[in-house]
């Protein structure tokens, strides 16, 4: 993860949304609300949540009331002050968040009963640590196909070039089985996103790491070509792929 790259996304566009008008279709389901509904399960009455890579604060937001402490933790501070700001608003005083480099946390062990990662990094062991026995990771990955059309495209991109390897979801749940994980839950999600016109698609596109050096101008050729065959009267099609991960600490 680069915090430069979402620092810039912050001071520009104020927050990690692209508010692009467009349409999902959801054949698998939502993978957010399912990723909402795993993590509110796990709550309960005392629970203390630590998100890893909280961007914003947007997701974490939804799910924060259900926990009685809460803290989110990014390496961007333009992204924090855009979490804070929100949170502020809601007035969510049981939330905090702090600049953390999520591979050597520097919180104590054991003091987390749930940790949610949404698109976010991964560091099994780290997260072990903190995670008390028996506390739980929620994890939402990227799929090795996700956007794949798009990539081919452009010639490059996050995980370019990995939909004839191993599956993204079998290594994560390999990782955290070795880090002392019993994983109880593993599932994909195959989703359709349809951008309402290309200006719509740019936006977003300026605004994910999908290509962190994406620019509107130098790469209007390669985008002019994706619109061309993936446009349609719904709107510009990106297919994505993103899987959800649920595992207790157990050793």
């Not at 993103?242 to 157990?250: I, N, P």
């Amino acid at each position: 993860m680069n915090p430069d790259f979402y620092s810039r996304v912050a001071d520009e566009f104020g927050e990690y949304t692209s508010g692009g008008l467009r349409t999902d279709v959801f054949p698998d389901g939502d993978p957010e609300a399912a990723f909402d509904e795993l993590a509110k399960g796990l709550a309960g009455r005392d629970g203390r949540l630590v998100d890893v890579g909280c961007a914003d604060g947007r997701s974490l937001l939804r799910i924060a009331p259900a926990f009685a402490d809460v803290l989110g933790i990014d390496m961007s501070e333009s992204m924090l002050a855009a979490a804070r700001r929100t949170c502020a608003e809601l007035g969510l005083d049981h939330v905090a968040f702090e600049r953390r480099d999520a591979s050597r946390t520097g919180l104590p062990d054991g003091g987390a009963d749930v940790l949610t990662s949404r698109r976010g990094p991964l560091f099994p062991g780290e997260f072990h640590r903190v995670l008390r026995p028996g506390g739980h990771l929620v994890y939402m990955g990227i799929g090795e196909t996700d956007v794949r059309e798009l990539k081919e495209t452009f010639g490059r991109g996050q995980l370019y070039g990995r939909w004839d390897g191993r599956p993204v979801m079998d290594e994560v749940v390999e990782e955290l089985t070795g880090a002392g994980f019993t994983v109880v839950l593993e599932k994909a999600f195959r989703t359709e996103e349809f951008y309402h016109s290309p200006v719509e698609l740019d936006r977003f596109l300026r605004q994910v790491p999908i290509f962190e050096d994406y620019d509107s101008t130098a790469d209007r050729a390669a985008f002019e070509r994706y619109v061309a065959s993936a446009g349609s009267d719904r709107g510009v099609r990106l297919d994505r792929h993103w899987f959800v991960v649920r595992a207790r600490r157990t050793i």
